[in-house]
């Protein structure tokens, strides 16, 4: 498996991550002639530098990692990952330097590192293994890898080979791995049963939208997950710039991110009850696309003005979202890459959410903290809910001005959900390599929402 821990401690090679606030002192700690040769190499400790120590054979006898300062370790995150990808392969295990919490993210950066999207190249090899460091729960940083990467490979497949029947395919085999069920809703079906937005934004392509209903659990409160699983977005006929639609494989992040959620959760067996909603469309264009100024009437029964095909995705949630509030559950959490504006307004790496509830807030901003995924915090706010009202219907699903455009969209949502609901307007795209993370798709704000669970739902 690629994102498991080595299976022995047998002849694991010591690994002793220095900082180079201490750098004498803990060089002093090491085994003089391991101490003189880091000296002798003008090993600093700064941050991702690695040093091979031989023995009198030249074999790897132990190894040294950089930690840096204190100052340049927060700014960033995940910097074990660096040490895994320079290491020779071969078995290590951290013998000094890291404690807990430090050692839960030096052990999951160190899977994450083992990521590659290899589908259409030929693989790259496996990195430097690592023995599970004492007192982690490997068996739930390997769960939480796998889901981590079940979401970057379905970002990162692209759209010929990443419709609405491949995300529906995904869905079944992660349903089928852990014992859930499965509902699908296709075409002109979607019609009969009450999902026009969903029917009438997925409706131009060759490819049926879908509406995907995965349930798990018999017990406990309920979770449901809502994700924005459009394929493809071309904008409609308000198409998007080429520069603009480059990206656009990636606008099924949500759903992506909230498959990889869901593996997270029925693989650690929480007591909850699961459910998914995906609403699987391409935004295509064609002469039957709707268009500007065309008036929808929803699932809820709320009527909205399109005065923007390429606000699409909004459009297929309010659907799902209906349908999410008719079995009164505990707690609803829509991701989605929904807008521009929360791009804008926090750049690629932070995810930010909406809630209504304080408590549900400092939970997720806690979780993100404790476990390396930054989140920040998004208002509803009450006085933009004019702009989403264009008069000639309930709601307009792109109010003009450019203003506030992420928080619009968020209320816009709000308006299709009555539980307990969260929201959260991601990006699922990493534009450079970062540690742990290479360029390509990217989970965001799903291991902060696994952490805050118990808070969140009372587990």
């Given at each position: 498996?690629?994102?498991a821990f080595?299976?022995?401690s047998?002849?694991?090679?010591?690994?002793?991550?220095i900082g180079?606030d201490?750098l004498d002192?803990?060089l002093?700690?090491?085994p003089?002639?391991?101490?003189?040769?880091?000296?002798?190499q003008?090993?600093?400790?700064t941050?991702?530098?690695?040093?091979?120590?031989?023995?009198?054979?030249?074999?790897?006898?132990?190894?040294?990692?950089?930690?840096?300062?204190v100052?340049?370790?927060?700014?960033?995150r995940?910097?074990?990952?660096?040490?895994?990808?320079?290491?020779?392969?071969?078995?290590?295990?951290?013998?000094?330097?890291?404690?807990?919490?430090d050692?839960?993210e030096?052990?999951l950066a160190?899977?994450?590192?083992?990521?590659?999207f290899?589908?259409y190249?030929?693989?790259?090899?496996?990195?430097?293994?690592?023995?599970?460091?004492?007192?982690?729960?490997?068996?739930?940083l390997e769960?939480?890898?796998?889901?981590?990467?079940?979401?970057r490979?379905l970002?990162n497949?692209?759209?010929?080979?990443?419709g609405?029947d491949?995300?529906?395919?995904?869905?079944?085999?992660?349903?089928a791995?852990?014992g859930?069920?499965?509902?699908?809703?296709?075409?002109?079906?979607?019609?009969?049963?009450?999902?026009?937005m969903?029917?009438t934004?997925?409706?131009a392509?060759?490819?049926?939208p879908?509406?995907?209903?995965?349930?798990?659990?018999?017990?406990?409160?309920?979770?449901?997950?809502?994700?924005?699983?459009?394929?493809?977005?071309?904008?409609?006929?308000n198409?998007?710039p080429g520069?603009?639609?480059?990206?656009?494989?990636?606008d099924?992040?949500?759903?992506?991110?909230v498959?990889?959620?869901?593996?997270?959760?029925?693989g650690?067996?929480?007591?909850?009850?699961?459910?998914?909603?995906?609403p699987?469309?391409?935004n295509?264009?064609?002469g039957n696309?709707?268009?500007?100024q065309?008036i929808?009437?929803?699932?809820?029964?709320?009527?909205?003005?399109i005065?923007n095909?390429?606000?699409?995705g909004?459009?297929?949630l309010?659907?799902?979202?209906?349908?999410s509030?008719e079995?009164?559950?505990?707690l609803?959490?829509?991701?989605?890459?929904?807008?521009?504006?929360a791009r804008?307004?926090v750049?690629?790496?932070?995810?930010p959410?909406y809630?209504?509830?304080?408590?549900?807030?400092?939970?997720?901003?806690?979780a993100?903290r404790?476990?390396?995924?930054?989140?920040?915090?998004?208002?509803?706010?009450?006085p933009?809910?004019?702009?989403?009202?264009?008069?000639?219907?309930?709601?307009?699903?792109a109010p003009s001005?450019?203003f506030?455009?992420?928080?619009?969209?968020?209320l816009?949502?709000?308006r299709?959900v009555?539980?307990?609901y969260?929201?959260?307007?991601?990006?699922?795209?990493?534009?450079s390599?970062?540690?742990?993370?290479?360029k390509?798709?990217?989970?965001?704000?799903a291991?902060?929402v696994?952490?805050?669970?118990?808070?969140l739902?009372?587990?």
């Amino acid at each position: 498996m690629p994102f498991a821990f080595a299976d022995t401690s047998n002849d694991a090679i010591p690994l002793h991550v220095i900082g180079s606030d201490d750098l004498d002192q803990q060089l002093a700690g090491l085994p003089p002639l391991a101490s003189a040769w880091a000296k002798a190499q003008e090993f600093k400790g700064t941050l991702g530098q690695v040093l091979c120590v031989p023995d009198q054979r030249g074999q790897v006898e132990l190894a040294l990692v950089g930690y840096g300062k204190v100052e340049k370790r927060a700014r960033g995150r995940f910097h074990m990952a660096t040490a895994a990808t320079k290491l020779p392969k071969g078995a290590y295990r951290i013998a000094s330097g890291l404690d807990l919490p430090d050692l839960e993210e030096a052990a999951l950066a160190w899977l994450l590192a083992g990521y590659s999207f290899d589908t259409y190249r030929k693989p790259k090899g496996e990195i430097a293994k690592l023995v599970a460091p004492d007192g982690i729960d490997a068996t739930r940083l390997e769960i939480i890898a796998a889901g981590e990467a079940l979401t970057r490979d379905l970002i990162n497949t692209p759209a010929s080979d990443m419709g609405p029947d491949e995300l529906e395919y995904a869905a079944s085999a992660l349903a089928a791995d852990h014992g859930a069920t499965l509902n699908v809703i296709t075409g002109d079906d979607l019609i009969s049963s009450n999902f026009p937005m969903i029917h009438t934004v997925g409706r131009a392509s060759v490819r049926a939208p879908r509406l995907l209903d995965m349930r798990w659990g018999d017990a406990g409160p309920q979770l449901t997950l809502v994700g924005k699983g459009v394929c493809f977005d071309t904008g409609g006929l308000n198409i998007k710039p080429g520069s603009s639609m480059g990206l656009m494989k990636k606008d099924m992040g949500g759903a992506a991110t909230v498959l990889g959620l869901a593996h997270m959760i029925m693989g650690l067996g929480l007591k909850l009850r699961l459910r998914v909603l995906i609403p699987a469309v391409e935004n295509s264009i064609d002469g039957n696309a709707f268009r500007p100024q065309d008036i929808l009437t929803s699932r809820k029964g709320l009527t909205v003005e399109i005065n923007n095909t390429d606000a699409e995705g909004r459009l297929v949630l309010a659907d799902a979202l209906t349908l999410s509030d008719e079995d009164d559950p505990d707690l609803v959490i829509s991701m989605a890459t929904l807008t521009g504006a929360a791009r804008v307004a926090v750049g690629p790496d932070l995810s930010p959410f909406y809630t209504d509830s304080n408590i549900h807030a400092d939970a997720i901003m806690q979780a993100g903290r404790a476990v390396a995924d930054p989140v920040w915090r998004m208002p509803f706010h009450e006085p933009y809910e004019k702009m989403i009202e264009p008069g000639i219907a309930d709601l307009d699903n792109a109010p003009s001005g450019g203003f506030a455009g992420s928080i619009t969209a968020a209320l816009f949502l709000r308006r299709f959900v009555e539980s307990p609901y969260m929201h959260f307007d991601i990006y699922g795209w990493q534009p450079s390599a970062a540690p742990a993370r290479p360029k390509g798709g990217v989970g965001m704000g799903a291991r902060a929402v696994l952490e805050a669970l118990p808070k969140l739902l009372d587990l």
